[in-house]
């Protein structure tokens, strides 16, 4: 450490002290810069993604993605694979379809006389390359599951049904049945 001081005496020896003040400032700007972006505190702004196209009606939304009948379809496949479930076909109840919320522009317009007052709101729907800004997509809630298995009168069975469709779904035990399959 002395060797190190004393270079540091011999190099600035010539120069002012104004001089090697802005070295030293440098050197601990530098210093914290490194650590700040290490630590994340500089990350870059989240990238926005292409819009989605929205369905036009309704019905072509529900037909369009088939949310709850590709869910049932995966659900059967995963838990027919559980051991003695056999066969396994599932029918979920959920309370609302698919919500999409688009980005608007609200303009508020405000008009007074002496005697009265109004006020309007106008909005329009944000359009991105011919298509409405989608700024969230939200999936229907399920609410029920009942699940029908070949398997499903063994307690063993019924009780691993139960706890994967209640790990997938979140749902509480009371809203997951799990009948037997007639044969």
Avoid: C, W
């Amino acid at each position: 450490m002395d060797k190190f001081a004393e270079y540091i005496k011999t190099a600035f020896r010539d120069k002012d002290k104004k001089t090697v003040a802005n070295i030293v400032t440098g050197l601990i700007l530098g210093i914290v810069i490194l650590v700040v972006s290490k630590t994340g505190f500089l990350s870059k702004a989240p990238e926005i993604s292409e819009p989605a196209k929205l369905p036009e009606t309704r019905n072509e939304a529900e037909t369009e993605g088939g949310y709850e009948k590709d869910l049932e379809r995966r659900l059967s496949e995963i838990l027919s694979q559980t051991e003695g479930a056999g066969k396994v076909m599932v029918m979920l109840k959920v309370k609302q379809g698919r919500e999409i919320v688009v980005g608007e522009d609200t303009k508020r317009d405000t008009s007074r006389t002496a005697s009265d007052y109004t006020e309007s709101y106008t909005s329009n729907k944000i359009i991105v390359n011919d298509n409405p800004l989608v700024l969230t997509e939200r999936a229907p809630r399920v609410e029920g599951i009942i699940i029908i298995a070949q398997g499903g009168g063994d307690a063993y069975v019924k009780e691993s049904l139960i706890r994967a469709a209640g790990a997938v779904l979140d749902l509480p035990p009371h809203k997951i049945q799990v009948l037997k399959m007639k044969t």
